[in-house]
């Protein structure tokens, strides 16, 4: 059965590429996904699965009953692109201005749809149910898992699976880990509210972009000195917003960064710290500040059993060349949240051309990806619903 459905997922690959290549003219950005939910449930429905709609708000299920008893077992895309302008030149190059799959969701979809495709056609040898779960907004927290699964999506699902087709792995390595493979990813604000005026009086002044320099220079300490260095964990400020004529002294100015770790109590530990800094930096200047802290998706934990079978079926894989146990990742990702739910494991499936003069990341206007890595993929994701406890 495994052979007749790579002979099948072969034979489909062009399907694969044409789907990936219209849904990447066609991007939408997370939460304003319209288009991309409907052509994903007319698929399904064309191939007879059971479909769902505007689960949690935009995603799709659909459910694919074998002919044979057995587990649930549930399989994930996300389908929502980002707010980058396209650079790639590409034939196939977003159609909508400021919007581009700069992730790979688009070949994510493809590959899960057209492997649905697959198994229908072997329906009645298949053990057990496979529910395929598309799911918009990954790119944007509080992202679309949370609402998928309260609004059941992972109901009566055993095990569930997925991958993401990672640019910068080159092609045919799948890469794997169990435990804490991608981080938390969380947000932090903070204005910063001083005294303007005159930039030749700066005595009469509580200047906010001194004050919003010191409290940069204090946060690079709080990972190296106020965390076990046995743990993992990133600071940084992404923006310094101060934004003044030449000679005026700024009275306020907004700093606004990220957080990334993997332990909860390293999370917690941030983010007091952040805090008693931000505090004290300021009450040193006589100004004082409002802090927000926005926890973003936790960190993806996979179970031990399902990250090793994952790779086991990977290994035997035609194509993919080595399963690589990886470094955890500092990127976020929110298919954490199911791992919360039910048994599973998410692995990165290498999709750098070796061909290629220059790799750009995920996340970059000219990314790109080897589209042959969807059939690796898709054959991975197919022999783990096989071979899943049976």
Request: proline share 4%.
């Given at each position: 059965m495994e052979?007749?459905?790579?002979?099948l997922?072969?034979?489909?690959?062009?399907?694969?590429?044409?789907i990936r290549?219209h849904?990447?003219?066609y991007?939408?950005?997370s939460f304003?996904?319209e288009?991309t939910?409907?052509y994903?449930?007319?698929?399904?429905?064309?191939l007879?699965?059971?479909?769902?709609?505007?689960i949690?708000?935009?995603?799709?299920?659909a459910?694919?009953?074998?002919g044979?008893p057995?587990?649930v077992i549930?399989?994930?895309?996300?389908?929502?692109?980002?707010?980058?302008?396209?650079e790639t030149?590409?034939p196939f190059?977003s159609k909508r201005?400021?919007?581009?799959h700069?992730c790979?969701?688009?070949?994510h979809?493809?590959?899960?749809?057209?492997?649905?495709?697959a198994?229908?056609?072997?329906?009645?040898d298949i053990?057990?149910?496979i529910?395929?779960?598309?799911?918009h907004?990954?790119?944007?927290?509080?992202g679309g898992a949370?609402?998928?699964i309260?609004d059941?999506c992972?109901?009566?699902v055993d095990?569930?699976?997925?991958t993401h087709l990672?640019?910068?792995v080159?092609?045919g390595?799948?890469?794997?880990?169990?435990g804490?493979m991608?981080?938390?990813?969380?947000?932090f604000e903070?204005t910063?509210?001083g005294?303007?005026?005159?930039?030749a009086?700066p005595h009469l002044?509580?200047?906010?972009?001194v004050?919003?320099s010191?409290l940069v220079?204090t946060i690079?300490q709080?990972v190296s000195?106020?965390?076990?260095?046995q743990e993992?964990?990133?600071?940084?400020v992404?923006?310094f917003?101060?934004?003044?004529?030449f000679?005026v002294i700024a009275?306020?100015?907004t700093?606004?960064?990220?957080?990334r770790t993997f332990?909860d109590?390293v999370?917690?530990?941030?983010?007091?710290e952040?805090?008693?800094?931000t505090?004290?930096t300021?009450?040193?200047?006589?100004?004082?500040a409002?802090?927000q802290?926005?926890?973003?998706?936790?960190?993806?934990v996979?179970?031990?059993a399902?990250?090793?079978?994952l790779?086991?079926?990977a290994?035997?894989?035609p194509?993919i060349?080595e399963?690589?146990y990886?470094k955890?990742?500092?990127?976020?990702?929110d298919?954490?949240?199911?791992?919360?739910?039910?048994?599973?494991?998410y692995?990165?499936?290498g999709?750098?051309?070796p061909?290629?003069?220059?790799?750009?990341?995920?996340?970059?206007?000219k990314f790109d990806?080897?589209?042959?890595a969807?059939l690796?993929?898709a054959?991975t994701?197919?022999?783990?619903?096989?071979?899943?406890?049976n």
């Amino acid at each position: 059965m495994e052979q007749k459905l790579f002979e099948l997922l072969d034979a489909a690959y062009e399907e694969m590429v044409e789907i990936r290549r219209h849904l990447h003219q066609y991007p939408e950005l997370s939460f304003e996904e319209e288009e991309t939910p409907a052509y994903i449930a007319r698929y399904h429905e064309t191939l007879g699965h059971e479909v769902k709609k505007n689960i949690g708000n935009r995603g799709v299920t659909a459910r694919l009953e074998g002919g044979k008893p057995g587990p649930v077992i549930a399989l994930r895309a996300d389908f929502d692109a980002l707010p980058i302008h396209e650079e790639t030149g590409l034939p196939f190059q977003s159609k909508r201005e400021g919007v581009m799959h700069a992730c790979g969701h688009d070949g994510h979809t493809a590959t899960l749809l057209v492997l649905a495709k697959a198994l229908n056609t072997i329906q009645a040898d298949i053990n057990g149910t496979i529910v395929f779960i598309h799911q918009h907004a990954e790119e944007y927290a509080p992202g679309g898992a949370v609402d998928m699964i309260e609004d059941g999506c992972l109901h009566d699902v055993d095990a569930i699976f997925g991958t993401h087709l990672w640019a910068t792995v080159p092609y045919g390595v799948m890469q794997y880990k169990e435990g804490p493979m991608m981080a938390a990813a969380d947000r932090f604000e903070i204005t910063i509210n001083g005294k303007g005026g005159h930039g030749a009086t700066p005595h009469l002044t509580k200047d906010a972009i001194v004050i919003g320099s010191q409290l940069v220079t204090t946060i690079q300490q709080l990972v190296s000195r106020r965390i076990d260095p046995q743990e993992s964990a990133v600071v940084s400020v992404g923006s310094f917003d101060a934004t003044n004529a030449f000679n005026v002294i700024a009275d306020q100015a907004t700093l606004i960064g990220t957080v990334r770790t993997f332990n909860d109590e390293v999370r917690d530990t941030i983010e007091e710290e952040l805090e008693r800094i931000t505090k004290a930096t300021c009450e040193s200047a006589n100004a004082d500040a409002d802090f927000q802290y926005i926890r973003g998706y936790p960190a993806v934990v996979n179970h031990e059993a399902e990250a090793n079978f994952l790779a086991s079926c990977a290994s035997q894989v035609p194509g993919i060349v080595e399963t690589e146990y990886m470094k955890p990742q500092m990127t976020g990702e929110d298919f954490s949240y199911y791992l919360q739910h039910v048994k599973g494991s998410y692995c990165f499936t290498g999709a750098q051309n070796p061909d290629w003069e220059e790799t750009y990341p995920h996340h970059h206007p000219k990314f790109d990806i080897d589209e042959r890595a969807m059939l690796l993929a898709a054959k991975t994701l197919g022999k783990a619903v096989l071979d899943y406890k049976n």
